[in-house]
């Protein structure tokens, strides 16, 4: 067993073509706030507040570079483990054509299918065990 249970969404921004993914799920419009995200690294009570305090961040810092590490509300893992297995692929083609999607000309329904499959799997299985769903996102 690995030892984290995790989905490679490669260029997949959690904020942006993630979320949109959310909101076709849920049938709702786009926001940012569908996540409910919790940014736990770096900590955000250390984040800068203005522009001239992150110019000011020292090389290195994770407030500039990441890795950083959020979680996401129990609505999104319960709402992707909820989808029924006959909507992914009409989910695929629908994600497909966000506006995001046309700077990837290899990104179509038969790519993004596979990606959807992972995560409602993921979704389940953190579901099953009352567990959160995290994103982890790397460098800037």
């Not at 409910?36 to 407030?63: R, V």
């Not at 500039?64 to 709402?79: H, M, N, Q």
Request: proline share 9%; hydrophobic share 40%.
């Amino acid at each position: 067993m690995p030892a984290f249970d995790a989905v490679d969404a490669g260029k997949i921004d959690p904020e942006n073509e993630f979320c949109q993914l959310v909101a076709l799920v849920l049938g709702e419009p786009y926001s940012v706030d569908l996540l409910g995200l919790t940014y736990l690294h770096p900590p955000p009570e250390g984040a800068p507040q203005s522009l001239e305090e992150a110019e000011a961040l020292p090389e290195g810092s994770p407030y500039l570079e990441g890795p950083g590490i959020a979680e996401f509300a129990v609505r999104v893992r319960d709402a992707l483990a909820d989808v029924e297995n006959d909507r992914l692929q009409v989910l695929a083609a629908r994600w497909s054509e966000i506006e995001d999607f046309e700077f990837y000309s290899d990104t179509g329904p038969h790519d993004l299918l596979p990606l959807i499959e992972e995560f409602v799997g993921l979704a389940r299985r953190a579901k099953e065990h009352d567990q959160q769903l995290y994103c982890w996102m790397g460098g800037w």
